[in-house]
């Protein structure tokens, strides 16, 4: 009965990490770690493959992160009559290659053209129309598309842009 009592807590544990969203990921990445075990990289292969074991994490093996957004996440009073929605990355990326994903129909903005990198290479530009008193939520890469990456081909960490125009 009490084995029985231990499996429930720790099956009831593992439910909550997994609602949490990512926390599993994070617990997962950190006890390998810990154990000298590869770190798992969203969208890429461990970083102790890429680099052989012994050697130190380089900006090379690593996924491209987002470093900035236009607008700002979490932004709200944005003005709707903004006409594009920047990202920039941490590193040169692959041109011609993106990923904006809706979380939901409704959050997705309407586009008004085809998404390009500005000369920096690092900052992708998507053309938009925004209404007001909206909230946009746009992933910016995905569990299931990485079009992202970076010009080692290493698929960008996925980010979900979150913000509201103002009304």
């Known amino acids: ?8 807590v720790a099956a009831a544990v593992v439910v909550g990490a997994v609602m949490v969203g990512g926390t599993g990921g994070i617990v997962a990445m ?10 798992p990289v969203p969208g890429g292969a461990p970083v102790a493959e890429e680099q052989g074991e012994g050697k130190s994490v380089s900006l090379a093996a690593v996924p491209p992160v987002v470093v900035k957004t236009e607008p700002q996440a979490g932004a709200s009073g944005v003005d709707p009559a903004t006409k594009e929605i920047k990202v920039t990355f941490s590193k040169d990326m692959k041109d011609g290659s993106w990923s904006w994903s809706t979380l939901s129909k409704e959050s997705f903005p309407k586009t008004t053209g ?3 990198y500005l000369g920096d290479k690092r ?19 995905s569990e299931n598309f990485g079009g992202f990456q970076d010009s ?15 009304r």
Request: charged letters at 20%; hydrophobic letters at 45%.
């Open 1 to 8: 009965m009490m084995a029985w009592t231990k499996a429930k």
């Open 152 to 166: 080692a081909g290493h698929r960008a960490v996925p980010y979900l842009l979150v913000f509201e125009t103002k």
């Open 123 to 141: 900052t992708c530009v998507l053309p938009v129309e925004l209404k007001p008193g909206q909230t946009y939520a746009i992933w910016v890469n």
């Open 114 to 116: 085809k998404p390009r």
């Open 30 to 39: 950190n006890r390998g770690a810990a154990a000298g075990a590869p770190t």
